[in-house]
């Protein structure tokens, strides 16, 4: 299932951003952060969900089980009754599953950022093209001012090239046509 790729990272920024505060309050001894916590697994679980990844959707459920059992008096390792030291196991679990939460969450963005990387080396190299083969000038890719714009271009240059064509549907089966307007406006960015 493809999704707006854009999108997705938008929404890990901001989960490890929600992520980064909960681990500052955790250094600070701060009273409550695992309701917090488990706040951000169950919108990151539900996320998971919305986008299709289904075996991240169940490690994030998996750890807000092991946080829940901590919450209610239970050690989520030995699955003992806690009758001493309740905060410490609880504290324990916290700093356990936000890390677990972070790893994942960072793993993702990065392996995100390395396709939209690639595509956007690509758009790159098609730009270039386009100039080489004088489909289209440097003012009119600079003129380009919107999404709206760029989509009719990018339309009539790959409909006019076989090779374009094929790249264009290369592209597609990675990203949505959405994530390849928001990276071309980037190179154009990036040409002014």
């Not at 901001?14 to 706040?39: A, C, H, M, P």
């Not at 392996?111 to 100039?131: A, M, R, S």
């Not at 409909?159 to 949505?176: C, P, S, T």
Request: with cysteine; hydrophobic share 40%; net charge negative.
């Amino acid at each position: 299932m493809l999704v707006l790729q854009h999108f997705v990272k938008q929404n890990y920024s901001t989960f490890i951003s929600e992520l980064n505060t909960i681990k500052n309050r955790y250094l600070n001894n701060v009273f409550g952060i695992e309701q917090e916590l488990l706040d951000v697994l169950e919108q990151v679980e539900a996320f998971f969900k919305q986008i299709g990844k289904n075996s991240l959707e169940s490690k994030v459920a998996t750890l807000r089980t092991y946080m829940m059992t901590a919450i209610s008096g239970i050690d989520p390792v030995s699955l003992e009754i806690v009758k001493v030291q309740k905060r410490k196991t609880i504290k324990r679990a916290v700093f356990y599953c936000s890390q677990e939460l972070s790893t994942i969450l960072e793993t993702e963005l990065d392996k995100l950022n390395e396709l939209l990387y690639q595509c956007e080396k690509t758009l790159e190299q098609i730009v270039l093209t386009i100039l080489q083969n004088g489909n289209g000038t440097a003012e009119e890719i600079l003129a380009l001012s919107s999404i709206e714009d760029i989509e009719v271009f990018w339309s009539r240059i790959s409909n006019q090239n076989e090779q374009l064509n094929f790249i264009d549907k290369k592209l597609r089966l990675e990203i949505l046509k959405e994530d390849i307007y928001l990276l071309f406006s980037n190179i154009i960015t990036k040409l002014k």
